[in-house]
């Protein structure tokens, strides 16, 4: 079993839908980000977060350190919003700096 | 352009060939990190830098995977004797202390 889940692995969406993508994990962290992947492999950070819940625009992000569980959430979707998104975890290990990534869920908002 | 950059972004070669990819990180970040990515997975991590000390390893770098940043700036990935199995997107990353990574566009590598 990987330590970094995603699911749904693959999601297609008409625009404006609401869309969620949760993201578990088994490992203590310190923290946890969600970065987005175009086609031709460019990865940008979305949110890096520890706690809580974080919003930038229409993406939000939410994370549960009890239940091992994050979520990304995009609201009113957009064409545009089409690409990789993965949840990666930075491990409490004492000097840990490697980032730990899931598998990736495809999003794909059709028009 | 003050972003992570990579050279090149794409690279073909035959087996049994020596590769070297190149990251320039962002100026002010100490911390340098190389993942590899093979297509629909997610990026496994194989090295990472501290200014010029290389501080952790992944047991996926074989002998034929070296890594050098020897000024604490730009850093290079070297492959020997490449074989099929290595053809992947080498991402590059760097981070200051605040942890946030900040990923380079990748090299693309297609081992024939």
């Known amino acids: 079993k990987n330590e970094v889940e995603q699911s749904p692995q693959n999601l297609t969406a008409q625009e404006g839908e609401f869309i969620t993508i949760n993201c578990s994990y088994s490992v203590g962290i310190s923290a946890l980000h969600w970065l987005q992947q175009h086609p031709g492999g460019g990865i940008v950070s979305l949110f890096m977060l520890s706690s809580g819940k974080k919003k930038h625009g229409r993406l939000i992000a939410t994370i549960n350190i009890q239940e091992k569980h994050s979520s990304l959430h995009i609201t009113a979707s957009h064409p545009r919003d089409s690409a990789v998104y993965i949840c990666?975890?930075?491990?409490?290990?004492?000097?840990?700096?490697?980032?730990?990534f899931g598998q990736g869920t495809r999003l794909t908002i059709n028009p | 352009d003050t972003g992570v950059s990579q050279d090149p972004r794409h690279k073909i070669t035959k087996r049994g060939q020596n590769v070297t990819f190149r990251c320039d990180p962002i100026?002010?970040?100490?911390?340098l990190y190389w993942y590899r990515q093979t297509l629909g997975q997610g990026p496994e991590f194989l090295t990472y830098?501290?200014?010029?000390?290389?501080?952790?390893k992944s047991r996926l770098l074989s002998d034929r995977f070296s890594a050098e940043r020897p000024k604490g700036s730009f850093s290079t990935l070297e492959i020997q004797r490449t074989e099929q199995g290595d053809s992947a997107m080498y991402l590059c990353?760097?981070?200051?202390?605040?942890?946030?990574?900040?990923f380079g566009p990748g090299t693309r590598l297609t081992v024939l």
């Open positions: 830098f501290q200014n010029e000390a290389q501080l952790e």
């Open positions: 990353a760097s981070s200051s202390l605040i942890y946030e990574q900040f």
């Open positions: 100026s002010e970040h100490n911390r």
């Open positions: 990666a975890v930075r491990s409490l290990i004492q000097g840990a700096q490697k980032l730990v």
